[in-house]
């Protein structure tokens, strides 16, 4: 029989774990309170509740709540953290597991239907799976017959993982390994309620440790934060001195005291402890990048894409190389699949507009900087009428649209330093070197007339490595001008070619 999405309104309602579910009304009520949700969210929660405890993949998601339609994994990444959302919030006793690679299953007891004659304030029907009582018999007979060694056996069952803990622990990997909701208060408070039920888990510990790091990078004026990433760290460590998601928090909160070829080996380190550790691959991939190693960035990015092909992050940044390298009909191909998968990922519609305006598909650049529903929140109104006029001076070449264009990105190059590097990008590829280096020296070196408004932004922050741009088909006027080596000189990178004893990269320049 051919699955279809539930039939909110002739749903009974019915009790699980300690919760009434009222479908018909999209109601949750628990013992921690009353929430009201969204009808897909219901949908998908109905249909972990049919599975009856089996897994269903986002396949089977996709073909029960959204009746086979293409939507992103993000629409499902949501719908599942707001089903944990709301059991956690009304104390609902069940939950969703990840079982990495394969799908979800429900946790926390069997659903049942309500009588019609159930009220609201009676109490749940929690229906537990039963027990083989055969087996029941013989590990009881077991521990009564051998004394002591039945108190070890006892014992042992009492130390295997609580099923809430690893439910935490495979929610908080799949939460960082979204890069959405990697960098959020939530995640943090996932990992925090792990090392709660396992104090002495290093991994907990270190994962913590990780979440923490992305939310206090992410906030940037939050000192709190990055000392409690710390703190973490350092407690995963005197459980484990490897644990790799430790070490690498650590390399990160020194980065600012170390140089590049301290940075480099460090996290080197943790791949050689974790070679299978995705945030490390992430950071020396970006790392390599900035520093023009652009083949060697891009060997270990497919590395990582063997390990994990779904993380947005590595797709993106495969489109991104693949441009770099002079392939842009590849890139295309990987930047419309990326976007098609992760609509709502900053960094893959950052991927998509940058490969659309400096591959000569400047009419498809405008579409996407014109359609409002799918700019980015955090693209400011500023920001999107200087791409309409970069793209005007990108299409004309005429004097009057390159000097519009470049007096609008002077603008907003010091307001948001992000976008900054969109403005460096655009005024390179115009030839306007002179604008492009006044803001590269605001940015990277804090001097002229430039200097970004915040002390603490990513593009801002030298120690954060942020000048993969620097090494594109965009910027190759960049790297031909005699202001080039003097500012490699100044943030480091001549330094670290010569302690590596391997130069950048050879791109062509233009003369």
């Known amino acids: 029989m051919d699955a279809v999405a539930p039939s909110l309104a002739r749903r009974p309602d019915f009790r699980l774990g300690s919760a009434t579910i009222r479908p018909s009304i999209r109601t949750v009520e628990g013992p921690g309170g009353n929430v009201t949700t969204e009808p897909r969210v219901m949908q998908v929660l109905i249909a972990f509740v049919d599975a009856n405890g089996a897994v269903l993949t986002r396949d089977d998601l996709l073909r029960i709540c959204w009746s086979g339609m293409v ?13 944990r959302r709301i059991a956690r919030t009304t104390g609902a006793g069940f939950g969703v597991e990840t079982i990495p690679r394969v799908g979800y299953r ?34 009881g007979g077991a521990i009564a017959a051998t004394g002591v060694a039945g108190a070890g056996i006892w014992a042992a069952f009492k130390s295997k993982p609580d099923p809430r803990y690893l439910e ?54 939050d000192n709190t934060v990055a000392a409690a990433s710390e703190q973490s760290a350092r407690r995963a460590l005197a459980l484990n001195r490897r644990e790799p998601n430790a ?19 460090k996290v080197r ?15 020396l991939v970006g790392l ?24 947005p992050m590595l797709q993106y940044r495969r489109a991104l190389k693949l441009w770099i390298m002079g392939k842009p009909s590849e890139a295309d191909r990987v930047a419309a699949r990326a976007r098609e998968l992760w609509p709502q990922n900053f960094n893959v519609w950052n991927a998509r507009l940058l490969i659309y305006a400096f591959t000569g598909q400047l009419q498809a650049a405008r579409n996407l900087v014109d359609d409002p529903a799918t700019v980015p929140a955090m693209i400011p109104a500023i920001a999107v009428e200087s791409w309409r006029l970069s793209l005007a001076a990108l299409e004309t070449r ?7 264009a470049r007096e609008a990105n002077l ?64 910027t190759d006027r960049l790297r031909a001008d005699p202001r080039y080596k003097p500012l490699c000189d100044a943030i480091g990178l001549t330094e670290y070619w010569r302690r590596r004893g391997i130069g950048p990269d050879e791109r062509p320049s233009l003369a």
């Open 71 to 83: 939507v992103g994994d993000d629409s499902i990444n949501r719908a599942v953290a707001e089903v």
């Open 106 to 139: 429900l946790t926390g007891g069997t659903a049942k239907v309500l009588e019609t004659n159930a009220a609201p304030g009676d109490p749940p029907v929690i229906d537990a799976p039963p027990t083989n009582p055969t087996r029941r018999w013989i590990i």
């Open 168 to 221: 935490l622990m495979a929610r908080g990997k799949e939460m960082l390994r979204s890069d959405i909701y990697g960098g959020s208060a939530e995640t943090v408070e996932i990992f925090n309620e792990a090392v709660k039920l396992q104090p002495k888990d290093a991994t907990a510990w270190g994962l913590l440790s990780q979440a923490q790091r992305y939310v206090s990078e992410a906030s940037q004026r």
């Open 247 to 265: 070490l690498l928090t650590m390399a990160m909160l020194q980065r600012v005291l170390d140089d590049w070829y301290t940075t480099d080996q």
């Open 269 to 283: 380190e943790v791949l050689t402890i974790a070679p299978d550790n995705i945030a490390a691959y992430n950071l």
């Open 288 to 311: 390599l990048q900035a520093s023009g190693y652009i083949r060697e960035s891009w060997d270990l990015n497919e590395q990582a894409i063997a390990l994990d092909p779904l993380r």
């Open 398 to 404: 005429s004097p009057g649209d390159i000097a519009k």
């Open 411 to 474: 603008a907003v190059a010091p307001r948001f330093p992000v976008v900054g590097v969109h403005a460096i990008l655009v005024l390179s590829e115009l030839n306007e070197l002179d604008a492009a280096y006044s803001i590269i020296d605001g940015m990277l070196l804090r001097r002229g007339q430039l200097v970004a408004d915040s002390d603490r932004t990513p593009a801002n922050d030298p120690q954060w490595r942020q000048t993969q741009w620097l090494y594109t088909p965009a």
